[in-house]
Every structure is written in C-alpha cells, then in structure tokens.
C-alpha cells in the first residue's frame, strides 16, 4: 500500500475548500491534516504539522498562497507546495516558478487532475496545467528600466508625480518623461494602465 500523503489545504472559498478536502479524503493514500481559509492560519498550520504537501489558493486574506510558499521555502520546510487559481497571469507564473514551487494548476481542473499533481509532486516531480505550460516559454523580457519601474511602484502607491519626484530624488520634469517613456514601452495611454500591464507581466519585481 503506498503511503499515506498528509495534505493542508489553505483556500479562502469555503464551497470550494470543503470540496477539495472531501474529495482528497475519498483517496486511500491521502490524509487532509489542516484546511484553512487564509494564508497566515495556512503558514502556522504547514509549520506545525509538516505535511507533506500544501496546496495554495494564490490569492487568499492576510498571506497570498506565493507569500506562503516563499516563507515555506525561506524556512526551509521540508513541505512540496501546489498553487491553485484561476488566473493565468504571466506574473502570477513567473512569481510561482521563482519561488520553486512543485506545482501549478488551475481551479477549473478536473479533481482528478490534482490527485494525479498530488502523487506525482509527491513522487518528486513537479506538475504544471497543460493549459499554462505555453505562459511559461511565452515569458516577454521586460523593457523597463529600474528607473521606470522605481516610478510605476511608487504609482501603484498612490504617489502624483510631485510625490514621487520627493520619494526617488528626482525633477518633476525627469518623473514624467520615465512615465512618458513607461507608457510608450507598455502601449498604454495612461500612467495606471501602464503600472497594470507591468504587474501582470511581473516586471515590478
């Protein structure tokens, strides 16, 4: 008989995260050890009981499931990690695969398909949502300078450009010819659209 795969489920949607553990508990070789509904209970939890593996919702209360799972991996536990969501976002993807997490998958899979993740994780490997595998070799270099990007962070807080110009040294003048040349390399028309289009794409990091 194989053995028996301690699992922490940390999933915000409550429909959704006694579903998974229902079905989870139906397989002879799996155990759900914790569930919870936000990331801070979902780390104590992965920190106390080491399952074996967790699997993340990524956008969760308090801790996303990446939050989680960089903390896992800063700590050293010995836990393999399953992020689950319904967003293909190429930063979304690029975070996750940074991290080193052991698998990805979307929440429209099958149940099946996360058992399948589950044994083969695991097992050692690591298991990636057919449909996201082409996000994967689809990951753009990013055209923005640290300079630019300095400037789109401090929009995403809120900051007019007289702000910013205080926050990072710089004219007013030099604040809006980054967001000028931000704005032409993302093709957006606004300073906000350009900061989502470099978020998305993971090139605020």
């Not at 989870?24 to 074996?52: F, H, K, R």
């Not at 919702?57 to 010995?78: F, T």
């Not at 929440?107 to 082409?134: F, N, W």
């Amino acid at each position: 008989m194989e053995t028996i795969k301690r699992i922490v489920v940390a999933e915000d949607q409550q429909l959704l995260r006694g579903a998974l553990t229902a079905l989870l508990q139906l397989e002879d070789d799996m155990c759900v050890v914790g569930e919870t509904d936000n990331g801070i209970e979902g780390l104590e939890m992965i920190t106390a009981l080491t399952p074996d593996i967790c699997v993340l919702d990524i956008e969760m209360p308090r801790m996303s499931g990446l939050e989680v799972a960089e903390q896992i991996r800063k700590n050293k536990l010995p836990t393999k990690i399953i992020i689950v969501t319904t967003f293909m976002k190429q930063g979304y993807v690029k975070k996750a695969m940074d991290t080193n997490v052991d698998g990805y998958l979307l929440k429209d899979e099958p149940i099946d398909v996360l058992v399948q993740a589950i044994r083969q994780v695991a097992k050692g490997s690591k298991y990636v949502s057919q449909d996201m595998t082409a996000s994967l070799f689809a990951r753009e270099e990013n055209p923005l300078t640290s300079r630019e990007q300095d400037v789109l962070r401090n929009v995403k807080l809120g900051y007019s450009t007289t702000d910013i110009a205080k926050q990072l040294y710089l004219s007013k003048g030099t604040v809006r010819n980054y967001l000028s040349s931000s704005m032409q390399k993302l093709g957006t028309t606004s300073r906000h659209q350009a900061c989502l289009v470099a978020e998305e794409k993971g090139w605020m990091d």
